[in-house]
């Protein structure tokens, strides 16, 4: 991996189309459909003594209620999974706007550090990168003799945004390195410093351009808040299986339990992904 | 052949621009092998040649888009060539239009002219705007001040982006092929309008194809092959008494 | 090999620094086993998500309607949901509901062991990302061609075989490479199911020794090297089948 002369991993064509591995799917609405198939599926299997299964034969209502009592408290957990996928990502594309403006920096020092520090984020697992968080960063921070205890769901935060910044450095600089070179042409002509043709010229044009994939971004953040369980974040994922033991840990249940928590990814990272295909059509920028 | 001399006829005073021995390579190819010329003050020069001649890129060294190997070039006093070079003061005395015009595309036309003289000279905001629009209307194109330039024709962006260069007030103006990406109705439109800033005294520097306009507007025309200027003289002796084998064969294809 | 080890219990005696899964035969054993595990995960998911993306693409070209609408709800379903879950879903959820068999000492063990499930979950994951990746390679392809293919008398099947296909992968290579470059990454997801692939090995390793920083940084150049690997194999597989004026869409 030459860590100078990198290609983009996202890239955009002269009008603004932008390209990536992640495209979302330009798919009928059958999927939450089928999702509430499986579910029911589930609860299906639930009813009937199969024979194989330790548990006693459960009537239809008890899996709707147990699903019913412990809605709310999954509902409250999705919540919080969307709070951590926020912070990271605002954290995440507050870092990343610099880092991917330093892979362009002129000063080569700063070009290569930005470029080595984006190829490691991005080549690293993403719960791998979660765990040294948990771990190694101090359970509480001392700023001016205040002691501000740094909690799990703020540590997990940390290092989802790490991944992100690296990501987002990547977007922005596809972005910017899509703008024909004619733009800069004419900014350096008519006097600007490279910092004014950034400011005026050439980040308005990139902010379009940078937003389908950014939302790309989002939705894979949010899916990926779930990995904080395994590190023992308490979030959605936790709770379930929370609720599962104080249902008794009846192995029947998970699969009911889990199908609902995949439902309700599903609802919320759909839409994005939609709104995404719209944005990306309506932002062809033609020149 | 390659140290050619312009002294213009009609000028006592020192020339405007001054190139002497400039070389440019990129790699191993030589674009530019020793290019010498002076454009006088008010002066109309085009530069004709064929394509991979160096034309776009000597054009570009004159403003210092692109930086020279060796050689010198004098625009007004500024040396391009020097390592402390003032680009601020040398983009001001120069404007150059490029062929794909360049606007930029989430600003209207007015906002393009107001760019550059409110951000860069930090000019008064509704006096840049007054000028603006008396730009506009020169470049006859009054009323379009809020559009944006994909509403625009190829013909009608031309002209603001020459407005816009206008706007910083320079000496001289750069034209690099620019009627090359339009079509003959639009190319008219364009070409008025560097006559008309010609006889108003403006000096131009232009690369191009189009040959009656040369002949119309110029008072010099260059010839460039292989980084080189191989002839040089005024239109009326230049297309019909041309002396070197190479410019006669170029304007034998041509015209 | 054995001064090799002894230098590095050294090191540990001296600085503090303690990679103990290289100078301690126990760890070491089980962290090579973790590694090969990791290789045996990754390896067998981008095979068989290849073979969906595959089938599935070309599944989606079908003629019934119906038939494409499941695909597409599959490909939605898998892409808008988190791994982790899914993981779970399979493992715990339906895992629970399958018949039990013998193995072989007479015992009733589930049908699936946990990596497997680890890989079926994967597969069907990454393979949707490569069903949605291979159409759009399919569909870079100019219908033109296949309508001079078929002015010269070939067959449907003919066609996609010698014309479609090798343009079409020539063109989606470098959004697959980032595709399983990804997978190889999300294969230690099956931590969570207690697979003993590299970094659940690693994690119990440093519950045992405390050696956290040591194990974190071995697990993260671990895995470096292997995106670097297949990285480096996808390179030379578009090197070797590179034709001038196809593909070049830039991805990684």
């Not at chain 1, 003594?49 to 239809?60: I, M, S, T, Y």
């Not at chain 2, 004159?62 to 625009?75: E, F, Q, Y």
């Not at chain 3, 010269?152 to 992968?169: C, D, H, K, M, V």
Request: proline residues 5%; contains cysteine.
């Amino acid at each position: 991996m030459d860590v100078l002369h990198r290609a983009p991993a996202f890239t955009f064509d002269a009008f603004g189309n932008g390209s990536s591995s992640d495209q979302p799917p330009r798919s009928l609405s059958l999927a939450w459909p089928l999702l509430m198939a499986v579910l029911l599926a589930t609860m299906f299997f639930g009813l009937t003594d199969n024979g194989f299964a330790q548990a006693a034969v459960a009537p239809k209502r008890t899996i709707i209620e147990v699903l019913w009592r412990w809605a709310p408290l999954l509902l409250w957990g999705f919540c919080f999974n969307l709070v951590i996928s926020a912070g990271a990502m605002a954290v995440g594309t507050g870092v990343g706007l610099f880092l991917g403006l330093a892979q362009m920096s002129r000063t080569r020092p700063v070009r290569v550090m930005a470029n080595v520090i984006t190829e490691i984020f991005r080549n690293s697992p993403w719960l791998v990168l979660l765990f040294a968080c948990v771990l190694l960063l101090p359970f509480q921070i001392r700023i001016f003799g205040l002691v501000i205890p740094f909690p799990d769901w703020a540590k997990a935060i940390v290092g989802f945004s790490l991944p992100i910044m690296a990501n987002v450095g990547e977007v922005v600089r596809g972005a910017v390195l899509s703008i024909p070179t004619g733009q800069w042409e004419s900014a350096e002509s008519l006097g600007y410093t490279r910092t004014q043709a950034y400011l005026h010229v050439i980040l308005p044009q990139c902010i379009k351009r940078m937003l389908p994939p950014w939302m790309n971004l989002y939705s894979l953040v949010t899916m990926s808040t779930v990995n904080a369980s395994v590190v023992g974040v308490s979030e959605m994922i936790t709770l379930t299986a929370q609720a599962n033991a104080a249902e008794g840990s009846r192995p029947e249940l998970l699969a009911p339990f889990y199908a609902f928590d995949l439902v309700c990814f599903f609802l919320y990272c759909y839409p994005i992904g939609k709104w995404t295909e719209y944005l990306e059509r309506k932002y062809q920028v033609k020149i | 052949m390659a140290d050619l001399q312009n002294i213009s006829a009609t000028s006592q005073a020192p020339p405007i621009v001054s190139l002497r021995d400039v070389r440019k390579s990129f790699g191993q190819v030589k674009v530019l092998d020793g290019v010498s010329f002076d454009v006088a003050r008010g002066e109309v020069v085009c530069i004709i040649g064929p394509s991979g001649a160096g034309k776009s890129t000597l054009i570009r060294c004159i403003n210092a888009l692109i930086p020279i190997d060796s050689g010198s070039i004098l625009v007004d006093g500024i040396e391009v060539h020097a390592p402390k070079l003032d680009l601020l003061a040398l983009r001001r005395k120069v404007g150059i239009v490029f062929q794909q015009y360049n606007l930029f595309p989430h600003r209207t036309a007015l906002q393009n002219i107001m760019m550059a003289p409110i951000t860069v000279l930090k000019q008064n905001k509704e006096e840049v705007a007054a000028r603006a629009r008396m730009l506009l209307k020169k470049v006859r194109l009054e009323g379009k001040e809020d559009f944006y330039p994909a509403e625009l024709s190829g013909g009608q962006q031309q002209r603001v982006a020459i407005a816009r260069s206008l706007a910083m007030k320079p000496e001289v103006m750069l034209f690099d092929e620019v009627t090359a990406a339009l079509d003959p109705e639009t190319k008219k439109e364009v070409l008025l309008t560097v006559r008309d800033l010609s006889r108003e005294g403006m000096t131009c520097i232009l690369v191009t194809h189009e040959m009656a306009f040369a002949r119309e507007v110029a008072n010099q025309i260059y010839f460039t092959d292989r980084g080189i200027i191989v002839e040089h003289g005024p239109p009326s002796t230049f297309f019909t008494q041309a002396k070197d084998p190479r410019t006669r064969e170029f304007l034998s294809q041509i015209l | 090999m054995q001064p090799v080890y002894d230098w590095f219990r050294h090191l540990y005696d001296t600085t503090g620094i303690d990679l103990i899964f290289i100078y301690d035969n126990f760890d070491r054993a089980r962290t090579i086993k973790g590694f090969f595990i990791t290789l045996e995960l990754s390896v067998i998911t981008i095979i068989l998500s290849l073979i969906i993306g595959v089938v599935g693409a070309w599944l989606q070209r079908s003629h019934f309607v119906w038939l494409r609408r499941v695909i597409a709800a599959f490909i939605s379903a898998f892409r808008n949901t988190p791994p982790l879950v899914q993981l779970y879903f399979f493992y715990f959820g339906l895992g629970f509901f399958l018949p039990r068999v013998h193995d072989a000492s007479g015992q009733l063990v589930p049908m699936f062991s946990n990596l497997q499930w680890a890989i079926i979950s994967l597969s069907l994951f990454a393979g949707a990302f490569n069903i949605e990746i291979f159409r759009s390679g399919l569909e870079a392809v100019p219908s033109s061609m296949v309508e001079a293919a078929e002015g010269l008398g070939y067959s449907r099947f003919q066609i996609y075989r010698q014309i479609t296909l090798p343009l079409a992968f020539r063109v989606c290579l470098p959004s697959l490479g980032n595709n399983l470059v990804n997978l190889v990454k999300t294969t230690n997801l099956a931590y969570a199911i207690a697979v003993p692939e590299l970094l659940y090995v690693s994690q119990q390793i440093w519950s045992d020794e405390t050696n956290v920083r040591e194990m974190m940084a071995f697990v993260l150049c671990a895995y470096l090297f292997l995106v670097f690997l297949l990285v480096a194999l996808l390179n030379w597989i578009e090197r070797v089948i590179r034709v001038p004026g196809v593909g070049h869409m830039e991805a990684y």
